[in-house]
């Protein structure tokens, strides 16, 4: 029998292109696993617009009791003894107000567990942008998961890497869209459950969303198991142009060196045929003893930008077309011109040296090694064994 | 003029705009007689910076206090509450009340907060802090940083504190002093385990205020004329956060509506929030809106009441109160009225419970509420709910210098030894107006301290006692001096009078009724041979029961001396182990040059003399081990002991040692190993034996 894994979605939580990843995502891993979207009753506004993912149901209800002197001590032995540095106790602080004193609120989600679920996926919420009820979901979810022995794992729609990581500290695992959130986040959770998504797929979980980010995972997709591209594998776009066939050669031979842990795209446009070579056939022939240290390469109509979404970087002689792109998107431009300053403005470097050059590749190199796609993740929780998130260290 | 306040430096914290109408009066009082008033708000969605500039205070932010140097012990205070929350919420509901990233907004902010007001108390070293009260994280945290720094932290009450709450409990935990504005609210305090000692009445200091305006801005006139009611019969009907079902209030409705003389005003809370309000005025017919004006934050609550002829409670409600204390009649509707109810101004006879259609009734025959009214309970409800209003504010403000003026003292009132020693013990005794207690308690010196070294006996006898007692006294013979304590004299002074003329080497002194059992003199030697000279002893004392009524003081949850297993049986096994404790209660045995070099007791504290004392002498003798306590030196109280409450005593006890004063009850426990579960059970098996089960 087949495992489950439950994603919950509430109503901040979906653009139409979410939904269609979903959908692409559902049937990609429907030969490993069944995945079911739930959504809350208090959400049930978005069950049509997620219809396409066949989603269920599920009623939440809450109750209530005030002034409750069993409540108010049962808070105060759970922060008992607990005390800032000098010696004043949590409880004595926090309970009479901002913990209610003896008024406690419960909400329970009325989830009948599937068969053979392996795990639940749901946002984190964020303390700049989450409903009041998206959040009691959200808690009253993880307690389900952890009453019936079901791992967590929380992903980031809105940014983590902030002062506030309560929520994160929740689920026992956490995606994360940004390299900033996966770094940070490392450094404040005690556990090692943390991964990074790729550009494809991190773009898609964005309120802001487009075809372009949808179009790029698929195209990813593809082409990984087209080229059969490993998953740590660095993937870099290379914009190439027939007026710089020197220029490109140059950093093919600076890039050799790590050549075997790379995979190049090469981007053009399909018309740029110069006498009777194409572009393709120029980069075969030209740089045929250079492409030979590479692990993989593969082709792309400049016209398809969205493809550049799988790279971890685009490495090219100079800017042009796609780094203006790269910069939108948030993909790191690495531009090699001996005859130009240096400069650096973020997801825009260029270097002037070789040394520098392989240094930038190398950095994407190392970069690619944190991140993992969904469908690695999701395939964590299906291991035997996986229970509230103690199988998930890797 | 009163130059005490001139450059002293107060720090108010304020938060809602409601919490200033008690505050902002008294530092106004204050910053008229020369005090650098200081406010400070801290971080809240409410803000609190707006409370302070629609006042138009000036104010510092917590945050202000806090530099790039305290980040990482922001950061492990963070750590800790996160990992403490975190732990909770991914088991159980209990820590849910608010949402997850609400909590952790209000984790960082607190983290950050504990360390401002830390910097801030250090940086400013104000003479006194004040705050509404210390229920909430900034007043928790603000009365700990002040206590920590020995800074007098004042709080006041909120509200009439009529409902059923835990918080009562923390009211004074950390605060020197927490003022009241009556008996009333104080025995409910206490009643939810409130320190007692710490609460004093003051009086309310907002009404009489809001009362001298109204009347000096004529308020009722100039109001109902804008509204064109002057020669209306005005009703107020004032409701609370939830609103109950509109069509309880019809019959009010629809007579105000069709009586051209009548006027409605229906008062929402503030809390009530506005669709709220516009969903329920929606569900009244548009015909019997006539004459009806429902307000939210349109009116100021005062206004209203001036306005109003009679007011009425639709729910519960603190307004009814201020009502009373405006002089308006007051009504509560009988769906508002539950007998179960822990404050009920029906049943104080303060009100008039009346149906709707009753109220509406009486509208239509133009009833005289007034005399529906008892003015004899109305009077005596407002004196012990306010005890004052009138002066209010100067008793807070000489609560306040006297508080100061204690946490400042360094008087050392005993002075020079007169009489050099020639006895082994002075014994000093406070004579009972009960003359058998007394002859019992002299019996029992005579009898148990014989053969244990020469003694002589000092008496501190009342000017004015009885036949029996003047004759025991005029009967006594041998080594008996006799100090007369004239009437209205404070007897701390004779004592310390009654330490400095002892012939003894050793002073020891009795609180009244407190008999020594056999072998006492012998256990003090061993003692002194023990420990040495620069140690006080206290003994091991039970009541008339035969219950603990002295083993050592420990400072209990809300920081209050308390006797180490007070209660129980005398022989339960933790009470029996010789130790050091940080004070000592009703009696105490010490060199008499150490008596003098401590300066003696100090006359200002009162019923806290013994505590004083031994707090004073660890203080001198730089040695927390000063204090010994002798469970062999046995003693038992002969009678009940009545010590007079002076609210004076309480203010320079904790105006004095509120710095030294934390919680160690828990911790003795923690040593003893002894559970709760063990001091309950034994506290059970002492109370059966008092019943003779």
């Known amino acids: 029998m087949k495992k489950k894994l439950i994603w919950l979605i509430q109503s901040n939580q ?112 964020t303390p700049l942008g989450s409903s009041e009820t998206e959040e009691r979901v959200f808690h009253a979810a993880i307690l389900w998961a952890n009453q019936n022995s079901i791992p967590v794992i929380g992903y980031e729609l809105l940014p983590l890497d902030t002062r506030w990581t309560l929520a994160a500290t929740l689920p026992d695992g956490i995606i994360t869209r940004y390299n900033e959130s996966y770094d940070y986040l490392k450094t404040v959770l005690n556990h090692k459950n943390i991964w990074l998504l790729p550009l494809y797929e991190g773009s898609i979980f964005s309120s802001v969303s487009t075809e372009f980010n949808l179009n790029g995972a698929k195209a990813a997709y593809h082409y990984r198991n087209d080229c059969s591209i490993p998953a740590q594998r660095t993937v870099l776009y290379v914009p190439h142009n027939v007026a710089m066939i020197y220029e490109y050669q140059e950093i093919l031979k600076v890039m050799a060196p790590v050549g075997d842990q790379l995979h190049l795209m090469f981007g053009f446009g399909q018309d740029q045929v110069r006498g009777a070579y194409s572009q393709m056939e120029i980069i075969k022939t030209v740089y045929h003893n250079e492409l030979k240290k590479f692990a993989s390469y593969s082709f792309h109509n400049m016209n398809n930008p969205w493809e550049m979404l799988m790279a971890e970087s685009l490495v090219a002689c100079s800017a042009c077309f796609q780094t203006t792109i790269a910069q939108e998107k948030n993909i790191p431009s690495i531009i090699f011109d001996p005859l130009l300053p240096p400069m650096d403005k973020g997801y825009k470097k260029r270097v002037n040296r070789k040394d520098n050059l392989l240094k930038a590749v190398k950095q994407s190199i190392a970069l690619k090694q944190k991140k993992n796609e969904l469908g690695d993740i999701i395939m964590l929780l299906t291991r035997s064994g996986a229970k509230n998130g103690s199988f998930l260290e890797k | 003029m009163d130059h005490f306040w001139k450059n002293k430096k107060i720090i108010a914290y304020i938060a809602l705009a409601h919490h200033t109408r008690f505050i902002i009066p008294v530092m106004e009082r204050l910053a008229s007689q020369g005090a650098r008033i200081r406010y400070i708000v801290g971080q809240a969605e409410r803000s609190q910076e707006i409370t302070a500039l629609e006042l138009g205070l000036e104010y510092s932010h917590i945050y202000d206090f806090i530099t790039d140097a305290d980040y990482d012990e922001i950061q492990k205070n963070y750590h800790l509450l996160k990992q403490t929350f975190a732990h909770s919420l991914k088991r159980h509901f209990l820590l849910g009340v608010l949402p997850v990233t609400v909590i952790d907004k209000t984790l960082y902010a607190t983290s950050m907060e504990y360390i401002g007001l830390r910097n801030l108390l250090k940086k400013e070293k104000p003479d006194l802090c004040f705050a509404l009260h210390e229920l909430n994280r900034w007043g928790k945290m603000f009365a700990f940083w002040a206590k920590k720094e020995n800074i007098p932290f004042i709080t006041l009450q909120e509200g009439l504190t009529y409902d059923i709450d835990f ?364 420990h040495g000279d620069g140690k006080i002893f206290g003994a091991s004392i039970s009541d008339q029961k035969g219950k603990i009524a002295c083993a050592g003081m420990v400072v209990d949850h809300n920081h209050t001396p308390v006797s180490a297993y007070r209660y129980l049986q005398m022989g339960f096994p933790s009470a029996l182990k010789e130790r050091s404790f940080q004070m000592v209660d009703y009696f105490v045995a010490m060199k008499k040059k150490l008596f003098c070099k401590t300066g003696g007791f100090t006359p200002q504290a009162g019923k806290y003399l013994f505590l004083d004392i031994c707090l004073k002498t660890i203080q001198y003798k730089d040695d927390a081990d000063a204090i010994v306590y002798l469970p062999d030196l046995k003693m038992i109280f002969l009678d009940h002991l009545y010590q007079r409450e002076n609210p004076d005593d309480a203010i320079y006890f904790y105006g004095k040692w509120n710095g030294c004063l934390w919680e160690s009850e828990k911790k003795l426990h923690e040593v003893d190993g002894i559970s709760p579960e063990d001091i309950a059970q034994a506290k059970l098996t002492a109370a059966m034996q008092s019943i003779g089960a």
């Open chain 1, 14 to 125: 979906i653009t139409p292109t979410i939904c269609d990843f979903l959908k692409t995502l559902q049937i990609r891993m429907e030969k490993l696993l069944n995945l079911l979207f739930m959504v809350p009753d208090s959400s049930c506004e978005i069950l049509e617009k997620i219809k396409d993912l066949d989603p269920t149901s599920f009623k939440t209800s809450t109750r209530t009791a005030n002034t409750s002197y069993q409540g108010y001590l049962a808070k105060q032995k759970i922060l008992n003894n607990t005390t800032f540095t000098e010696g004043l106790s949590f409880s004595d602080v926090l309970l009479l107000d901002d913990l209610g004193g003896g008024n406690v609120i419960q909400t329970f989600v009325e989830i009948v567990k599937p068969d053979h679920t392996c795990g639940l996926i749901l946002q984190i919420p």
């Open chain 2, 167 to 530: 918080g009562y409990s923390g009211h004074a935990q950390y605060s020197t002093l927490n003022l009241v504005w009556g008996e009333r609210v104080k025995r409910k305090m206490v009643g939810f385990e409130a320190p007692e000692s710490k609460i004093l009445p003051v009086g309310n200091a907002h009404l009489a205020k809001e009362m001298a305006v109204q009347k000096k801005k004529r308020v009722r006139e100039t109001k109902r004329k804008t509204y064109g009611i002057s020669n209306h019969f005005v009703s107020l009907l004032v409701l609370s956060a939830t609103l109950p079902n509109p069509d309880l209030f019809a019959p009010i409705f629809k007579t105000v509506s069709e009586n051209t003389g009548q006027t409605l005003f229906v008062k929402f809370h503030p809390a009530c929030k506005k669709p709220q309000i516009d969903k329920w005025t929606k569900l009244i017919p548009d015909h019997f809106k006539k004459n009806t004006y429902f307000i939210h934050a349109e009116e100021n609550t005062y206004d209203l009441i001036s306005m109003a002829d009679v007011c009425v409670l639709g729910q519960l409600s603190t307004t009814g109160l201020e009502a009373i204390a405006f002089g308006k009649p007051l009504v509560k509707l009988n769906f508002a009225y539950s007998s179960k109810a822990p404050y009920s101004f029906v049943d104080q006879g303060v009100a008039v419970k009346m149906s709707a259609l009753e109220f509406a009734k009486a509208l239509t025959d133009k009833t005289d509420f007034s005399k529906l009214i008892d003015k004899e309970k109305t009077e005596q409800y407002l004196t012990n709910e306010l005890i004052d209003t009138a002066k209010a504010i100067e008793n807070i403000c000489c609560v306040f210098k006297k508080t100061i003026q204690a946490n400042t003292d360094t008087d050392k009132s005993a002075g020079k030894s007169e009489q050099a020693p020639d006895k082994k013990w002075s014994i000093i005794i406070q004579v009972p107006d009960d003359h058998n207690v007394f002859l019992a308690q002299l019996e029992a010196v005579a009898f148990n301290s014989e053969n244990q070294g020469d003694y002589e006996i000092i008496l501190l006898e009342p000017e004015k006692k009885t036949t029996e007692i003047t004759r025991i006294l005029d009967s006594l013979e041998g080594d008996v001096k006799r100090i007369v304590v004239p009437e209205n004299n404070n007897s701390i002074v004779l004592m310390n009078q009654a330490g400095n003329m002892a012939r003894g080497e050793h002073l020891i002194f009795l609180e009244k009724k407190l008999a020594p059992l056999k072998g006492w003199l012998d256990c003090l030697d061993h003692a002194f041979l023990k």
